[in-house]
């Protein structure tokens, strides 16, 4: 079309007389793209390459994802991304799972195929990963109350949840903790289910807020979802206690609502898997009804193989088999089938106890390896800064984030003078940290935190 446009010398012809019926570009039906210039008896129509595409404005780069684009534009050598969640080794270079490469060469061995998956997922995979949340031979399993299939990892997981409140819960309110993940809004936004918050971080105490949380929950309409952080709270790295969680469930099966769990980071937070469920178990054994979102991006570290699911436990087994149908029936038109790789991945780990085994004291060397920074960290701040400021909720804080109570002005401080890549809520991911960089993180910190306001 755009030479078809483009003509020179005496002959051009007018923009208006040129595809005049074809081109319906603007209200008055001109061509905005076309500009026209008369050179004494030469008329010139020159035409810029048009894009249907004008009204569409630049999208600001994501809170999380974007700062690993800007780190990697920087040259600097001492540039350190402690921005999005992934484990790194102490040489600060990105980690696969020896037991996820043995079950891979497994995979090549046994030459598995590349046939489509069903629409839930790798039926394996979706035993294996309810088995792993609830405990095998959980009342919820043996009865079949659980839907459970496989997602795009946990965002993907909690897109589907989210549409399915969308189209089975019109108006229902979702609650997140303030604050939480960034990207929970956008799920929530995108799946046009509305959403407000409840107190959860409080600056004061750098702790949690649990009166107020309590009283938010207790104030939302009934049947109200209630989105819960299983473990490792993103981004305050603040759990409630296993009492406090007591008084959650009590709260939240008082006002009927229905309780969303997140567990992106089990096994992550204390090292051990079974802990890390306590919290989703606590809500089963009460026999309500919920959703839980997993994910295999961290503790199994297969990031980019999108490999997790959404679990929902209901009263009965037929009301899992209904809404377990309408879970497919949302995914079919989004993505038709969710990939096998990572399937395959964690059904060969879960499902064999010396591999399991294995991932097990894995995840433990990584878990360990962040707490043993976080030390580091705080040994750091608390030798370099002479100031007297209490830095201990550093060691409180758990799983793969440390959120430090820096501002914007301060996180940019960081970025800017130190380059040191971080999200501008002020928190930073332990994972990506060294022992060898803690002192020099220290003193950034320090920094920030002192000459910025
Ligand atoms: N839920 C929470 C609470 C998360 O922190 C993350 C990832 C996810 C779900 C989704 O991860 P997945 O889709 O890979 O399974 N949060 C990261 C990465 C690690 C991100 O923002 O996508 C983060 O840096 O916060």
């Not at 905005?32 to 008329?43: D, E, G, H, I, Q």
């Not at 595409?53 to 534009?73: Q, R, W």
């Not at 409180?396 to 002005?409: D, E, R, V, Y």
């Amino acid at each position: 079309m755009a030479s078809s446009m483009l003509s020179l010398g005496s002959t051009s012809l007018l923009p208006r007389e040129i595809n005049k019926d074809k081109l319906k570009l603007g209200p008055s039906g001109s061509n905005p793209f076309l500009r026209t210039k008369s050179l004494s008896r030469v008329t010139m129509s020159v035409s810029v390459k048009p894009s249907r595409f004008e009204g569409i404005t630049m999208a600001p780069p994501d809170p999380i994802l974007g700062v690993s684009e800007a780190f990697k534009a920087d040259t600097n050598e001492l540039k350190l991304n402690l921005g999005v969640g992934a484990y790194r080794t102490e040489e600060l270079q990105p980690y696969v799972l020896n037991v996820v490469k043995k079950a891979e060469n497994l995979m090549l061995e046994r030459g598995d195929n590349k046939e489509y998956l069903p629409i839930e997922g790798l039926a394996a995979f979706n035993k294996a990963t309810a088995e792993l949340l609830f405990g095998a031979g959980h009342p919820v399993i043996k009865e079949q109350k659980v839907a459970t299939i496989q997602g795009l990892s946990g965002t993907g997981s909690l897109r589907l949840a989210a549409a399915l409140i969308e189209r089975y819960f019109p108006g229902a309110k979702v609650l997140i903790s303030a604050p939480t993940w960034g990207n929970h809004k956008n799920i929530f936004n995108d799946a046009k289910v509305p959403w407000s918050e409840y107190r959860y971080y409080d600056p004061k105490t750098i702790g949690l807020d649990f009166e107020g949380m309590i009283e938010d929950i207790k104030e939302a309409p009934e049947g109200s979802f209630i989105l819960l952080h299983g473990c490792a709270h993103n981004p305050t790295g603040i759990d409630p206690t296993p009492e406090q969680w007591v008084k959650i469930a009590d709260v939240v099966q008082e006002k009927n609502h229905i309780p969303f769990f997140d567990v992106a980071y089990q096994g992550f937070a204390s090292g051990s898997l079974d802990e890390d469920a306590a919290s989703v178990r606590l809500f089963a054994e009460r026999g309500m009804e919920f959703f839980v979102a997993q994910s295999y991006s961290k503790n199994l570290g297969l990031y980019a193989e999108r490999i997790g699911a959404i679990n929902v436990v209901c009263s009965s087994a037929d009301a899992a088999t209904r809404v377990k149908s309408q879970l497919k029936r949302i995914a079919r038109p989004m993505y038709s089938n969710p990939p096998v790789h990572g399937a395959r991945i964690v059904a060969n780990v879960l499902g064999d106890a010396t591999m399991f085994g294995e991932w097990k004291a894995e995840m433990e060397m990584m878990a360990g390896r962040i707490k043993t920074v976080r030390q580091r960290l705080y040994d750091s701040l608390v030798s370099k800064d002479k100031s007297g400021k209490d830095w201990s909720f550093i060691l409180k804080q758990i799983g793969m984030f440390s959120f430090t109570g820096l501002n914007k002005a301060q996180s940019d401080n960081m970025t800017n003078k130190w380059h040191v890549y971080m999200t501008k809520d002020g928190r930073i991911s332990l994972a990506g940290l060294s022992m060898a960089k803690c002192e020099y993180l220290a003193d950034a910190i320090i920094d920030s935190c002192h000459n910025v306001s």
